[in-house]
């Protein structure tokens, strides 16, 4: 029943290793994202994905890696973690691509430690 | 590039009282613009948007926002606040053909509710 669903929740790890989180939206979207909001709250968009497509890709470590096996799944994968990448990620996905004004629907959040 | 400033990153009002959060963008073409709300521990949800229909703008939960062209604002309000509004507020903007539909966000207001 959940429109857009992370895994897992909570995620706890050491320096230097690699993890993913996994993303799957059931509301036939076509366009998902992922943002990263940091400890003062503050979300900055990551990445997007149109049909498999990667159509935006801001100024993130290319140890940030989105991958997405189908339109329902946009996955991020990231390598050799750092302190610095503790936040909460946040998946999205909207409906129509091109459209400024669509929608965004969330998922519930991710929270990475990374120790 | 659009950006986002949302005045005051803490906001207290008593139960029953007005509510009013502040935003003002800053964005080259006629923008379109959210308010989310985010709950403890929880994902964004959508309060409202202006898509350049009417400018007064009605959304969940009794609030609504009022875009003005002149100010470059579009402040948050609510008529009488309930103890469940108590959440993080943030304020969005996207462009037409601006970042493949990714939102810039303000750095967020933390609304207190007082009983």
């Known amino acids: 029943d959940t429109a857009v669903s992370q895994t897992p929740k909570y995620l706890v790890t050491q320096m230097g290793n690699d993890k993913s989180i996994k993303c799957e939206q059931n509301?036939?979207?076509?366009?998902m994202y992922w943002y990263k909001q940091d400890s003062k709250k503050f979300l900055k968009i990551m990445f997007s994905?149109?049909?498999?497509?990667?159509?935006i890709n801001e100024t993130v470590p290319n140890r940030f890696s989105p991958k997405s096996p189908d339109k329902a799944h946009l996955n991020l994968h990231i390598n050799s973690l750092e302190l610095g990448d503790s936040a909460v990620y946040f998946c999205?996905?909207?409906?129509?691509?091109?459209?400024?004004?669509?929608?965004?629907?969330f998922g519930p959040g991710t929270r990475l430690t990374v120790l | 590039a659009q950006s986002v400033t949302q005045l005051g990153s803490h906001v207290s009002v008593s139960e029953g009282a007005l509510v009013l959060l502040r935003c003002n963008y800053s964005?080259?073409?006629?923008?379109?613009l959210f308010w989310y709300v985010q709950y403890p521990n929880q994902g964004l949800q959508l309060l409202l948007k202006?898509?350049?229909?009417?400018?007064l703008v009605k959304g969940i939960n009794g609030f609504e926002a009022e875009f003005k062209k002149s100010e470059t604002s579009f402040h948050l309000t609510k008529p009488s606040a309930h103890m469940s509004d108590a959440a993080e507020y943030f304020c969005?903007?996207?462009?037409?053909?601006?970042?493949?539909?990714?939102?810039?966000f303000g750095k967020g207001t933390h609304l207190i509710i007082q009983p």
């Open positions: 999205a996905s909207s409906h129509i691509q091109g459209v400024a004004n669509n929608e965004q629907f």
């Open positions: 509301l036939g979207h076509d366009t």
């Open positions: 994905y149109n049909n498999k497509e990667l159509i």
């Open positions: 969005a903007v996207s462009v037409p053909g601006g970042g493949a539909d990714g939102l810039t």
């Open positions: 964005s080259s073409v006629p923008p379109y």
């Open positions: 202006y898509t350049s229909a009417a400018t």
